[in-house]
């Protein structure tokens, strides 16, 4: 034990945290600046959007410093800084969707493949995140079994038809009636959360509506690590 606590002050002081936003060295404890927090802070806005019928909210505009952080997390196993952000997007979601008291908090699904190539669903860590923090109950309640070209690659009238077919419900007799939390990073055009609830609505729950980290309002380049 004294070992492991010796090599990991050793990786402290060769490899200190950094703040994932500006670079700086910050405690190994923090995940970013305090500069930075209260910048993140400063830039939260609730968005409130739809998709396909369901209701939508976002916590951030999907560009500068959240769009790197974002990609960070997808790209590059920044997974520790969804902690941060999930704290930010549960106010909101408490306060949009206060009349309404969620039975299941569930994720956009990845297709197997995809997923065993990243290593893991940043949208699943997030809505596990979420329903630690709101107290909701999380549920795989989808299934990827198409793979589909990266909607983000598409041109708008493409992303329409990409998904067709992509998604299948489980568990389906444990979301009939059910009021769902359906969890996703962000949300562009709206197609892809708009096949999971339409997906997901066959199984006759009573509500669905939808949370993300980041709205993109305005077209951006391809994803690209940072």
């Known amino acids: 034990m004294k070992r492991i606590r010796w090599l990991y002050k050793l990786g402290v002081m060769f490899f200190p945290e950094r703040c994932p936003y500006c670079g700086i060295p910050v405690e190994a404890e923090e995940i970013a600046c305090k500069e930075c927090i209260n910048e993140l802070i400063a830039k939260h806005q609730v968005i409130k959007s739809g998709t396909g019928g369901f209701r939508c909210i976002s916590s951030f505009v999907y560009g500068g ?12 196993s920044f997974t520790q800084y969804i902690a941060q952000l999930a704290e930010i997007l549960a106010i909101d979601i408490r306060m949009i969707y206060c009349s309404y008291s969620f039975d299941i908090i569930t994720a956009v699904p990845m ?88 997906t997901l609505n066959r199984a006759k729950p009573s509500l669905i509506c939808c949370a993300t980290l980041a709205n993109a309002k305005e077209k951006y380049p391809p994803e690209t690590i940072i």
């Open 65 to 76: 410093k959240i769009r790197r952080i974002i990609l960070r997390i997808k790209y590059k």
């Open 111 to 198: 297709h197997p493949e995809d997923e065993h190539q990243r290593g893991y669903n940043q949208s699943v860590m997030l809505a596990k995140r979420l329903g630690n923090v709101l107290g909701i109950p999380y549920l795989d309640t989808l299934e990827k079994i198409k793979r589909t070209k990266k909607q983000h690659n598409l041109k708008y009238t493409e992303r329409k038809t990409n998904l067709s077919g992509a998604f299948k419900v489980k568990n389906a007799e444990e979301i009939k009636g059910k009021r769902i939390l359906m969890i996703d990073d962000i949300i562009t055009s709206g197609n892809t959360l708009s096949f999971c609830c339409k």
